[in-house]
């Protein structure tokens, strides 16, 4: 195949600081692995804004397309898994970090990182669900194995206006769990709702708590996306035998707690990392993603925006002020 020249929003140093702006590339000067996608949707997350941004822990070398996911049509395969045409979601390995991301309208990437389509899903809606959405599912699904069923009682999601928890919201309320979450931005009560949360509360009610090393349980579940004093609090206030899965650290990487809820209240804590998530546990979660855990309330998760909106959608999202999902139209 001949080489095609596309555009890619490109971060690049200029003057000290680090800027974005649409350019015109080649496929020539992508990577030489097994599979050419041409991309259709990308999806915002942190960890992309902290790419586009100069974050050397992220991505080491600049210029640099980021974009963590990506969901597209084979252009070219010498991977025998996969035929041209095949609609197809890359999220994570090393997409979007040190290799050029789903920002730009072609990538090219190892077979192994590719998960086909599921039936029940477009590629605008698997990126809806992008990372965020498969790492809350990864909790909601380790929830489940500890036997937490909807009639237990409270399940809370801290963090609940951003990617990862608008989605754990909505997929628990789907699976008929009452919701209970927590954000800083209760002018977005509504929106909460709207997702299936049961009841919605400023996050100080969490934290704003005596520092015994108990205190009264308030719910038997709770999905963690911001780490630090908040995960603490959440922790103490699990009932018995109560599930937390934590994957966030934007309130600190430290966990300053105690062994009593665990040892007095049996109380299990989970981590979760999509990054790393095995092929087989991928492919198991994005098919009930397009089944049986696909929420009807998927497509008021998102808003969509071109390439050229994505710098003003970076800056919201270090800045907090992100709601929701933001995929990226590549299509056009």
């Given at each position: 195949?001949?080489?095609?020249?596309?555009?890619?929003?490109?971060?690049?140093?200029?003057?000290?600081?680090?800027?974005?702006?649409?350019k015109t590339l080649n496929t020539s000067d992508l990577p030489d692995h097994d599979v050419l996608i041409r991309v259709h949707y990308s999806s915002l997350n942190y960890k992309d804004a902290l790419s586009a941004t100069g974050n050397k822990a992220v991505t080491k070398s600049f210029p640099f397309t980021p974009g963590i996911d990506a969901a597209g049509?084979?252009?070219?395969?010498?991977?025998?898994?996969?035929?041209?045409?095949?609609?197809?979601?890359?999220?994570?390995?090393?997409?979007?970090?040190?290799?050029?991301?789903?920002?730009?309208?072609?990538?090219?990437?190892?077979?192994?990182?590719i998960v086909p389509l599921p039936s029940g899903l477009s590629l605008k809606e698997s990126m809806i669900i992008g990372t965020s959405g498969l790492t809350a599912a990864i909790g909601v699904e380790k929830i489940g194995n500890q036997q937490v069923k909807p009639g237990d009682g409270i399940?809370?999601?801290?963090?609940?206006t951003g990617g990862v928890g608008s989605f754990s919201v909505t997929l628990l309320a789907h699976l008929n769990y009452r919701v209970l979450a927590a954000t800083g931005k209760t002018d977005q009560a509504d929106f909460l709702k709207e997702l299936g949360?049961?009841?919605?509360?400023?996050?100080?009610?969490?934290?704003?708590?005596?520092?015994?090393?108990?205190?009264?349980?308030?719910?038997?579940?709770a999905m963690d996306t911001v780490g630090g004093d908040m995960l603490d609090a959440v922790i103490r206030q699990a009932e018995h035998n109560g599930v937390i899965t934590c994957c966030g650290n934007v309130l600190g990487h430290q966990l300053h707690t105690n062994v009593?809820?665990?040892?007095?209240?049996?109380?299990?804590?989970?981590?979760?990392d999509s990054g790393i998530a095995l092929m087989e546990d991928r492919m198991r979660i994005w098919k009930k993603l397009g089944t049986e855990w696909k929420p009807d309330t998927l497509h008021s998760l998102a808003r969509v925006v071109k390439l050229e909106e994505l710098p003003a959608e970076i800056e919201k999202i270090l800045n907090g002020q992100q709601v929701g999902k933001v995929v990226v139209n590549l299509r056009d």
């Open positions: 195949m001949e080489s095609e020249s596309y555009n890619a929003l490109v971060a690049e140093e200029k003057n000290g600081s680090y800027v974005q702006s649409v049509v084979i252009e070219k395969s010498d991977d025998g898994r996969f035929n041209t045409g095949d609609e197809v979601i890359v999220t994570s390995y090393d997409l979007g970090m040190n290799t050029p991301g789903g920002y730009g309208e072609y990538i090219s990437v190892p077979g192994d990182w399940v809370l999601v801290t963090g609940a949360a049961a009841r919605v509360i400023h996050r100080d009610e969490i934290t704003a708590v005596p520092n015994n090393p108990l205190l009264t349980g308030k719910w038997i579940a009593y809820p665990f040892i007095l209240r049996g109380v299990s804590l989970m981590g979760i």
